[in-house]
């Protein structure tokens, strides 16, 4: 599974000053144009845009899914970028989705044992249920509520990291991770709302404002 490499670093110098570059793994999921839906009649025009870094998923017609390993400063940047290269290949393809993002509990271990954190399946099932001890905060709440139940990666791994269960993890992975998902958890918000919103705008001004005001409660609890 697709993760994130926080190491080794790489320096590279740029106008006499070290910048330290991380590389990047992760999924970005695009909608083909209407009249062009044929994924492998791209393969080319990918590359040529400098898609070389990434692995082309051929699987749905008229949707294309790539999984880039890519260098950069920044998770947005980097996730930027790829996006805009795949657009340079391919005008008129839209972003649907980045990842990593919503995952079940074997799939969230999964993914930290592929970036050197060793935790068990049977681990992430107990901290979802509250099963173990010495928790500062309560275990967040699934995004997909269904028979199997999804989370933000990014929420998982922050809960993690506050209530002491990644001590013995490398910290520049960790904080790599928590940008790289924090990065594709705020883009597939955004995305979600805007498609709602030009498809049904009064619906999600609706929407908006019963969440505002829900956060609004939510606050004036929490200080009071």
Same mark, same amino acid.
């Given at each position: 599974?697709?993760?994130?490499?926080?190491?080794?670093?790489? *320096?590279?110098?740029?106008?006499?000053?070290?910048?330290?570059?991380?590389?990047?793994?992760?999924?970005?999921?695009?909608?083909?144009?209407?009249?062009?839906?044929?994924?492998?009649?791209?393969?080319?025009?990918? +590359?040529? @845009?400098?898609? =070389?870094?990434?692995?082309?998923? %051929? @699987?749905? $017609?008229?949707?294309?899914?790539?999984? +880039?390993?890519?260098?950069?400063?920044?998770?947005?940047?980097?996730?930027? &970028?790829?996006?805009? =290269?795949?657009?340079?290949?391919?005008?008129?393809?839209? $972003?649907? !989705? *980045?990842?990593?993002?919503?995952?079940?509990? !074997?799939?969230?271990?999964?993914?930290? &044992?592929?970036?050197?954190?060793?935790?068990?399946?049977?681990?992430?099932?107990?901290?979802?249920?509250?099963?173990?001890?010495? &928790?500062?905060?309560? +275990?967040? /709440?699934?995004?997909?509520?269904?028979?199997? $139940?999804?989370?933000?990666?990014?929420? *998982?791994?922050?809960?993690?990291?506050?209530?002491?269960?990644?001590?013995?993890?490398?910290?520049?992975?960790?904080?790599?991770?928590? =940008? %790289?998902?924090?990065? &594709?958890?705020?883009?597939?918000?955004?995305?979600? +709302? %805007?498609? %709602?919103?030009?498809?049904?705008?009064?619906? /999600?001004?609706?929407?908006?404002?019963?969440?505002?005001?829900?956060?609004?409660?939510? /606050?004036?609890?929490?200080?009071?």
């Amino acid at each position: 599974m697709p993760g994130v490499y926080a190491g080794p670093w790489m *320096v590279v110098c740029t106008g006499g000053q070290e910048q330290m570059m991380t590389m990047y793994e992760f999924q970005v999921h695009f909608e083909l144009p209407l009249e062009q839906p044929d994924s492998e009649q791209w393969l080319d025009a990918l +590359f040529e @845009a400098g898609c =070389d870094d990434a692995i082309v998923g %051929l @699987a749905r $017609p008229g949707y294309l899914s790539l999984d +880039f390993s890519r260098e950069g400063e920044e998770a947005m940047v980097v996730v930027q &970028s790829a996006v805009g =290269d795949v657009q340079t290949a391919i005008p008129g393809a839209h $972003p649907q !989705s *980045v990842g990593p993002d919503l995952l079940n509990l !074997s799939g969230i271990a999964e993914w930290l &044992s592929d970036n050197r954190i060793a935790i068990t399946r049977q681990a992430m099932r107990k901290y979802a249920a509250g099963e173990l001890r010495r &928790s500062r905060s309560r +275990f967040p /709440a699934p995004r997909v509520f269904d028979s199997v $139940p999804l989370w933000h990666a990014h929420d *998982v791994l922050a809960w993690m990291e506050q209530n002491g269960k990644l001590v013995k993890a490398d910290q520049a992975a960790v904080k790599t991770m928590l =940008d %790289l998902t924090g990065v &594709s958890k705020a883009i597939n918000a955004a995305a979600e +709302f %805007l498609r %709602l919103r030009a498809g049904n705008p009064v619906l /999600a001004e609706q929407a908006w404002n019963i969440m505002e005001i829900q956060t609004a409660l939510r /606050a004036h609890s929490a200080e009071g």
